[in-house]
């Protein structure tokens, strides 16, 4: 999303996403150091977090002992995205800075809709709600290797439970979703 502010200028939301180990992080890092050496305004912000509420939601979607149903996961991520957005982005984006995000909504659509087997079209639906409340979308920059590939890359020790480092048998190809279209 863009946004023009009153004195003129513009703030745009970008994404990384893609499959675990294609190296989303490492890239919104390196493009981060570049806009410092390059005196650009902008904002590293991660999801589910960068908020009080989001990271005490991020705690417990990371903790092993919650079990969680995979529609409560999903919900308790899209209070964590309505709190960052409205308190973090879109603040930011009315300031005129580049915002760049780790993960936002494809990464729902995989690991919740796909991989937890919500279904990717329920996932949308129920996603629109939020988006439509807070009127924010984002460019995305889609990061993707093989899943074989991926699988030999070194993971962090902690994140998601049952991600494909934490899992065996079809993670890797259930959380697999096509990129984004390009608009035309």
Not at 178 to 183: I, K
Request: hydrophobic content about 35%; overall charge positive.
């Amino acid at each position: 999303m863009s946004s023009i502010t009153p004195e003129g200028r513009t703030g745009l939301f970008i994404v990384f996403e893609g499959v675990e180990g294609a190296g989303k992080t490492t890239h919104l890092r390196r493009l981060s150091r570049r806009l410092d050496q390059l005196g650009i305004a902008h904002v590293v912000v991660r999801e589910p977090g960068g908020t009080p509420a989001g990271e005490r939601i991020r705690d417990i979607l990371l903790d092993p002992g919650s079990e969680l149903f995979s529609e409560t996961e999903l919900l308790l991520l899209l209070a964590a995205r309505a709190e960052f957005v409205r308190r973090v982005v879109r603040p930011a984006l009315e300031r005129g800075e580049l915002v760049l995000g780790d993960r936002y909504e494809l990464s729902t659509l995989a690991y919740q809709g796909a991989a937890r087997g919500i279904g990717t079209d329920k996932v949308r639906e129920i996603n629109a709600s939020p988006r439509r409340v807070c009127g924010l979308t984002a460019r995305c920059c889609f990061a993707s290797i093989p899943s074989p590939v991926a699988a030999g890359r070194p993971m962090p020790p902690t994140g998601w439970r049952g991600s494909l480092w934490h899992s065996t048998g079809p993670w890797p190809t259930r959380t697999r979703i096509s990129p984004p279209r390009s608009p035309r």
